[in-house]
């Protein structure tokens, strides 16, 4: 049972914007611990869009952007693209767990 | 290029010890980072099982803490796993992961491709 929460699934167009929310406590996203996010293609092992917050990785399209405010955060795709279609995680730390958590996940279909 | 690799034995009795390897290609274990296994059931999110800093400290999840062990041989450049008493909710696929730097609350940025195991009798 996931501590951060997040949609099952969001759809959009090609072109448009969709926005993933990830919702957690004051004992992890609003401790305030950083937010990262996982892209992970069917089959494969996840892939880091964004870390700390809103720190995009070397070789991650601009589309994506991530925020973080009080006990929630988010990560927005801007001009969706087919290869975007994937599930989307939200991961950050708990001090009461003593431990990194993960969010329950994202469907995203383009 | 780090590379991790995970082996296990992809099925495994119920009751049984799952014992798990990563192996690390063109990078040292013996530095700054935490060294972690995460573990996807079919069909569902990602779980984080246990990790330990290079220096030897190690944190499980809390609600696996009992039935979870870590090891690491440097000669080997390796990292184990050890779970105890599994079930079929053990079924999945088992990563290992690097965390960027030293930090605990950092993002895993080198992943393994994945080892499944199946609890099946």
Not at chain 1, 52 to 76: K, M, W, Y
Not at chain 1, 92 to 97: I, P
Request: aromatic share 10%; with cysteine; hydrophobic share 30%.
């Amino acid at each position: 049972q996931s501590v951060l929460t997040q949609p099952p699934s969001l759809s959009g167009a090609p072109g448009q914007r969709i926005t993933i929310s990830c919702t957690g406590s004051s004992s992890n996203i609003g401790a305030p611990y950083d937010v990262h996010w996982y892209q992970q293609l069917p089959g494969t092992a996840p892939k880091v869009v964004i870390y700390n917050n809103f720190i995009r990785p070397s070789g991650v399209p601009d589309r994506f952007s991530g925020s973080r405010s009080g006990t929630s955060a988010s990560l927005a795709i801007t001009g969706l693209q087919t290869e975007d279609e994937a599930d989307y995680y939200c991961q950050s730390y708990d001090s009461s767990l003593i431990a990194p958590v993960f969010g329950t996940g994202t469907k995203v279909a383009v | 290029q780090v590379q991790l690799q995970e082996s296990g034995p992809g099925l495994v009795k119920p009751s049984d010890t799952l014992s798990l390897t990563c192996t690390i290609s063109n990078y040292p274990m013996a530095t700054p980072h935490w060294w972690g296994w995460i573990r996807q059931s079919p069909g569902k999110g990602l779980e984080w099982l246990a990790a330990m800093f290079y220096s030897g400290r190690t944190d499980y999840n809390p609600s696996l803490r009992s039935r979870l062990t870590m090891s690491v041989d440097m000669s080997k450049n390796q990292f184990s796993l050890e779970l105890t008493s599994v079930t079929a909710a053990d079924t999945a696929v088992y990563y290992c992961a690097r965390t960027r730097h030293s930090s605990a609350y950092e993002e895993f940025d080198v992943w393994g491709q994945g080892t499944m195991v199946s609890v099946s009798s």
